[in-house]
């Protein structure tokens, strides 16, 4: 069984640059969230995708966008990026919408803008 | 308020005690909770899951839920170096689980 794994680990960009970021979910998962963590705070929620729908956001400004694969693996496009955006992006898998509950964590993804 | 409340720390305990992790959360509608432990530069990983009131044990680890007080803990029995890590409360009522800033927990030998 093969982990959820992310891409690349660390990044740096200047403000107003775009970045994508990669994600390949637990094998047989079909529903990947992806999360912000600042330091010293806890995971934020920015959406989940379900067998490549949007399934649910939260409380973040359109220039942070997703896509899923027919794989199940997924994207996190954030455009126009701010010095805010700085921080560890984190994808976790699951089985099913529900299943969020029981959802396993990549390593994350260290984004800082510059 | 926020949502959930978590006591950063650090927490630092000698190693063979019993430690308390508590979180309090506000939204009533919360039925699942969860424990996450991370590691420095890790991701969360998944320590414990509970439905509602109760209590669950696993190993050294023991959740508690009170949802009449909205209180949540974990208890860490025979606390060991290995179980330093930052704690993460995740309670959640949808699908998606609300997490707390995380508690910081030392064990010294």
């Known amino acids: 069984e093969t982990g959820v794994t992310q891409s690349p680990t660390h990044l740096i960009k200047t403000r107003g640059q775009q970045v994508t970021l990669r994600c390949s979910s637990q094998?047989?998962?079909?529903?990947v969230s992806w999360y912000q963590q600042a330091l010293g705070q806890g995971p934020q929620f920015i959406f989940q995708?379900?067998?490549?729908?949007?399934?649910g956001r939260g409380n973040f400004p359109p220039r942070f966008s997703g896509l899923q694969f027919p794989n199940y693996s997924s994207e996190l496009n954030v455009n126009a990026l701010e010095l805010d955006d700085s921080a560890l992006y984190l994808c976790?898998?699951?089985?099913?919408?529900?299943?969020?509950?029981?959802?396993?964590f990549g390593p994350g993804t260290r984004l800082t803008v510059t | 308020q926020k949502e959930v409340e978590q006591d950063p720390g650090p927490l630092s305990v000698p190693e063979g005690a019993i430690v308390s992790l508590n979180c309090t959360y506000s939204?009533?509608?919360?039925?699942?909770f969860m424990w996450y432990r991370q590691y420095s530069r890790k991701g969360p990983e998944l320590l414990m899951y509970?439905?509602?009131?109760g209590n669950k044990e696993d190993g050294r680890f023991t959740a508690q839920v009170d949802k009449s007080s909205k209180y949540i803990s974990l208890f860490i029995r025979d606390s060991q170096p290995s179980d330093s890590a930052t704690y993460l409360c995740?309670?959640?009522?949808?699908?998606?689980?609300?997490f707390g800033r995380g508690t910081s927990l030392i064990v010294h030998p």
């Open positions: 939204n009533s509608a919360f039925q699942y």
């Open positions: 995740a309670p959640g009522g949808s699908y998606i689980p609300t």
């Open positions: 094998s047989g998962h079909n529903t």
């Open positions: 995708y379900y067998r490549e729908e949007e399934n």
């Open positions: 509970t439905y509602s009131s």
């Open positions: 976790a898998s699951s089985l099913g919408r529900s299943g969020a509950y029981e959802q396993y």
